[in-house]
């Protein structure tokens, strides 16, 4: 996309390719281009949040008065799609986009002066216990129970059992905000769900791994028995966790800025597309030409919302769910085209990770060795985070009815 940048956005850009240079290693760059997974790997990604957060960058959508970079638009703008093309991992979007902008809405000060500077020091890892074992496209139907107990001091506390599922790195988390059952039965389904802060570690949380695919291991499912939870580890009142869970999900649909990091896997595929291939092969061409316009229009639509949010608002479901559903097809085209692109060495199988931690096993270039797993791993994407069927209901319901 072609902007005109002002002289102090130029400053800027000079700024941050100077700190991309000094800071940005080739070990964390080959970290994130060798990624198979959904997430990165949470060393290169700890490490890269821990520099971006000494330099006062890791939270650009965060406000001011937290921790925000009070940057412009066109800066946002400009940081987003230079990190990518640089080839910095991902952050971990669980604690900056989704607790963080939870916190600071429904917490009360204690736990905004207790979790929000440790979000971005990257103290806390977080995970998220939304989905529940025949509950996620219908997510209110969830059966975790947190019940209120009197202990023999007198104070009050959540006892918590039940189980959720697809749990992405609890394994590595030591913290979940989890949506619980706090109504009975004579309470609307929607009405009697609760919103909590679990520490990872208490007694009666068990973490069992689930392997997918790709042959990674990012999900799990987690159990509660008798899992004791403070009353203070509520967000907002008893009963509100819907109206949270919705507003926490905008920001997990349509918080980030997902085109430059696409653009990067586009311009590496491009690479590994030679003139010869691309001559063999005409539909290849073609999709490479689509990807590009898609990425283009996905690009526009970020910065629309990206101007939303720079007024201080929230994104909001359709355009959230507009984001969500166009970034994960065209995640899902790209690594599509790269197995193609690969033709027969698509059968070659690496299954060490992370991939950058160990010499190639398969014996292919570094720009290919990720394409098969990434291509896996990418039939979860238009599942996690609501389904693509889902979103469609949620657009179609706001925007035809
Ligand atoms: C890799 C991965 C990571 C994940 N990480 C997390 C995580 O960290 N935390 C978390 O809480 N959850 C996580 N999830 C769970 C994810 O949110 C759910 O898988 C998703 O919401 C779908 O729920 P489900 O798997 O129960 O499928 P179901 O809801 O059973 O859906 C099955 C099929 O039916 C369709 N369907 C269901 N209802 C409707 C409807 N009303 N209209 C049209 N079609 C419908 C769906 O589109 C889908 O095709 C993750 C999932 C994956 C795959």
């Given at each position: 996309m072609n902007v005109t940048l002002t002289p102090e956005d130029q400053a800027f850009r000079a700024e941050l390719h100077t700190f991309l240079k000094t800071h940005l290693?080739?070990?964390?760059?080959?970290?994130?281009?060798?990624?198979?997974?959904?997430?990165?790997?949470?060393?290169?990604?700890?490490?890269?949040?821990?520099?971006?957060?000494?330099?006062?960058?890791?939270?650009?959508?965060?406000?001011?008065?937290?921790?925000?970079?009070?940057?412009s638009l066109t800066q946002r703008w400009i940081y987003e799609t230079e990190t990518a093309r640089a080839g910095a991992p991902a952050l971990s979007p669980l604690g900056l986009r989704m607790a963080g902008p939870v916190i600071?809405?429904?917490?009360?000060?204690?736990?905004?002066?207790?979790?929000?500077?440790?979000?971005?020091?990257?103290?806390d890892y977080w995970c998220q216990g939304y989905s529940e074992p025949g509950s996620g496209s219908d997510l209110a139907s969830l059966k975790t129970r947190a019940r209120r107990v009197r202990e023999a001091d007198g104070t009050e506390v959540y006892r918590v059992d039940g189980s959720k599922i697809w749990t992405t790195h609890a394994h590595h988390a030591n913290r979940m905000f989890a949506l619980v059952r706090t109504g009975d039965e004579t309470v609307k389904k929607h009405e009697g769900i609760?919103?909590?802060?679990?520490?990872?570690?208490?007694p009666g949380i068990t973490i069992r791994p689930i392997r997918s695919v790709s042959g990674d291991h990012e999900v799990n499912q987690v159990f509660f028995d008798d899992v004791r939870v403070p009353l203070?580890?509520?967000?907002?009142?008893?009963?509100?966790?819907?109206?949270?869970?919705?507003?926490?999900?905008?920001?997990?649909?349509?918080?980030?800025?997902?085109?430059?990091?696409?653009?990067?896997?586009?311009?590496?595929?491009?690479?590994?597309?030679?003139?010869?291939?691309?001559?063999?092969?005409?539909?290849?061409?073609?999709?490479?030409?689509?990807?590009?316009?898609?990425?283009?229009?996905?690009?526009?639509?970020?910065?629309?919302?990206?101007?939303?949010?720079?007024?201080?608002?929230?994104?909001?479901?359709?355009?959230?769910?507009?984001?969500k559903l166009r970034w994960s097809e065209i995640h899902q085209s790209i690594t599509r085209l790269g197995m193609r692109l690969l033709g027969a060495d698509a059968l070659a199988w690496e299954s060490m990770r992370p991939m950058d931690a160990h010499d190639s096993e398969a014996g292919l270039e570094d720009a290919a060795r990720p394409i098969v797993a990434q291509y896996l791993n990418a039939r979860a994407y238009t599942i996690f985070g609501g389904t693509s069927e889902i979103q469609r209901e949620i657009i179609a319901r706001e925007l035809l009815s």
């Open positions: 290693t080739p070990d964390l760059v080959r970290a994130s281009r060798l990624n198979t997974s959904v997430f990165s790997d949470p060393e290169p990604c700890l490490r890269w949040h821990k520099l971006l957060h000494e330099r006062g960058w890791v939270a650009p959508l965060w406000p001011v008065e937290y921790g925000g970079t009070g940057w600071m809405r429904f917490g009360t000060s204690e736990q905004k002066a207790h979790y929000l500077p440790r979000i971005l020091a990257g103290t609760s919103f909590l802060l679990i520490d990872m570690q208490t203070e580890a509520r967000v907002g009142e008893e009963g509100q966790g819907w109206t949270i869970a919705k507003y926490l999900l905008e920001f997990e649909r349509g918080g980030a800025m997902s085109s430059g990091r696409l653009r990067g896997a586009y311009e590496r595929l491009t690479r590994l597309a030679d003139a010869d291939v691309i001559a063999a092969d005409p539909d290849a061409s073609l999709a490479l030409s689509q990807i590009e316009l898609d990425i283009d229009a996905l690009e526009a639509t970020e910065l629309r919302i990206l101007a939303t949010m720079t007024l201080g608002q929230n994104p909001g479901s359709t355009v959230s769910s507009m984001l």
